[in-house]
């Protein structure tokens, strides 16, 4: 154990950034299950994912030669019931970035109440290199490796970073092959004529969008006219930035992973996203750029990370400026930042509630597939609603009766439901 009480993870080579999600993640575990009254044996049972997968995936490229990529599946805890979570290809994708995202998959389906424990997965390749010929092997081959821990009773996966609907559909093709029937509660994410869900692709957005409107009512800050910067041009941050605009904010400030614009009488929304390329970039068609460090400190009412980790530290939490931010991002916030953001009197909404829009509707994708009935995007939208206004009053309730930040408040409602489960089950 190291100072913190968390275990130290002195042996491996993993990136400072992944280890600092990885031990921070167990941080707030801990002190979630303090707060909550469970003994160390819960931590422990906790801290780590109950399985983690490694496999190598040989994949023929489009010159003929074979490369061999590495992928993983990590399943945190499934007392509650099977594990979700997408999969995520990445060049940076490293085991605990893997680890400590299925922990946060888990988190997410405590405080939406939805009958899964986490899971995530990951493969380690640059999807922007390579040809659609290649991501369908890479993809086929991913789920070969990994079909013995997986299926639609055990470990359901879904989109992530630089995954969509066509890989989903691979992945549900390859799954169903193998098995020998159609399986289409596999996996999640899918494209409408597979048994994909009306809401699902703009289902992230939708969730954060509700969170935004639920803090905004909580700081008196009115939706039509508020400033928003939103850092990230992708699936989240494009979908929201449309949601936002269409609301009448006014959304100053975008950004990819290339730079920002930033417009203080408001950026033309629809005009950007129709130049948008389907990796969410759109700066590098414009000369007047600032760089994504300047774009988190504009002077505006809500700001929204939603790109990479580790964006707001101790370094520039004191010259955020905005009254309300929210974390459609995983990770974008470090526990250093979290707590000057609290002191400063700024609500924060944490990743694990304000970005559990997409695992709710990949829980209503599930149960439609299960029951091969299918809703309009209206009741989905509605069930949305539902579900995210009652996680939103529920981990407020906590940070104010408990006088904790709404991270940790929304750590302590994401891990009751696992850790009553895992008590039941007779496992602490
Ligand atoms: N990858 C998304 C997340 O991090 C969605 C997971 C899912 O739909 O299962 O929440």
Redesign the pocket.
Known sequence: MGATGVVENKENQQTEESLNLFTSTQIVIKDALTKLGYSDEMFELLKEPLRMLTVRIPVRMDDGSVKIFTGYRSQHNDAVGPT???VRFHPEVNEDEVKA?SMW?SL?CGIVDLPYGGGKGGIICDPRTMSMGELERLSRGYVRAISQIVGPTKD?P???VYTNSQIMAWMMDEYSRLREYDSPGFI??KPLVLGGSQGREKA?AQGVTICIEEAAKRKGVQIEGARVVIQGFGNAGSFLAKFMYDAGAKVIGISDALGGLYDPNGLDIDYLLDRRDSFGMVTSLFENTITNAELLEIDCDILVPAAVSNQITAQNARNIKATIVVEAA?GPTTLDATKILSERGILLVPDVLA??G??TV?YFEWVQNNQGYYWSEEEVIQKLRKVLVQAFENVYNTATNRQVNMRLAAYMEGARKMSEASRFRGWV
């Open positions: 979700k979570g997408g995202l998959m997410k359901i879904a989109p992530d999640t994410g992230t995983n970005s559990a997409g695992v990949s």
